[in-house]
């Protein structure tokens, strides 16, 4: 089946520090280019990060650059998002996206996980 | 960064309807625009990208218009599984932008 099934969500306090993984199933996971995106409760999306399917072009959102860092393991079809310094605005479920094809700059997103939550709070 | 104006925020209409939700764009965007559906607990689903390719598996009372700066997603006769929240996405440039959302309700 083809899926993404993020994990590694939880509760944790301003200014930790946290791991969501995103592990894909059932495509060539090394040949697309993949994101993050984010939604606060109750609110719209938001990008937050993407990489390209080799991992040498990265982008971040203003909002998280410098706090986060967006990686992948193509050998482990593994995508992940290294979250620091976490802000209560931080606060969101957070998806995994598939660029809907492999190699393009201009592309939306044709495959989302199911999302992991990611609540800041003391 | 380009922003993405999206409107109206919410419309109630009633199974048959024709529903018509707009994103303009602040810069021109050729034609890197996609429209997504989203039902509250669930991950969003691509519905229309390039600003009128119907995704596969996509009803085809479902449509989308629009280049350059102004875009319009059409739903021709509302069923009662598309009352959800759509937003629009520009792809042009990163940062990626969404709309803010339109949520079309029962009325």
């Known amino acids: 089946e083809v899926q993404l099934v993020e994990s590694g969500g939880g509760l944790v306090q301003p200014g930790g520090t946290l791991r969501l993984s995103c592990a894909a199933s059932?495509?060539?996971?090394?040949?697309?280019?993949m994101n993050w995106v984010r939604q606060a409760p109750g609110k719209g999306l938001e990008w937050v990060s993407y990489?390209?399917?080799?991992?040498?072009?990265?982008y971040y959102a203003d909002s998280v650059k410098g706090r986060f860092t967006i990686s992948r393991d193509n050998a482990k079809n593994s995508l992940y998002l290294q979250m620091s310094s976490l802000r209560a605005e931080d606060t969101a479920v957070y998806y995994c996206?598939?660029?809907?094809?492999?190699?393009?700059?201009?592309?939306?997103?044709?495959?989302w996980g199911q999302g992991t939550m990611v609540t800041v709070s003391s | 960064a380009i922003r993405i104006t999206q409107s109206p925020s919410s419309l109630s209409a009633s199974t048959g309807d024709r529903v018509t939700i707009t994103c303009r764009a602040s810069?021109?965007?050729?034609?890197?625009l996609a429209w997504y559906q989203q039902k509250p607990g669930i991950a969003p689903k691509l519905l229309i990208y390039?600003?009128?390719t119907l995704q596969s598996g996509v009803p085809s009372r479902f449509s989308g218009s629009g280049s350059g700066t102004d875009f319009t997603l059409t739903i021709s006769c509302l069923q009662s599984e598309d009352f959800a929240t759509y937003y629009c996405?520009?792809?042009?440039?990163?940062?990626?932008?969404f709309g803010g959302g339109t949520k079309v309700e029962i009325k």
């Open positions: 996405q520009q792809y042009y440039d990163y940062p990626r932008g």
């Open positions: 996206a598939r660029d809907c094809r492999s190699g393009s700059t201009h592309d939306a997103y044709d495959m």
């Open positions: 810069q021109d965007i050729s034609s890197y």
């Open positions: 990489i390209s399917s080799s991992g040498s072009t990265i």
């Open positions: 390039a600003a009128s």
């Open positions: 059932g495509f060539t996971f090394s040949s697309y280019e």
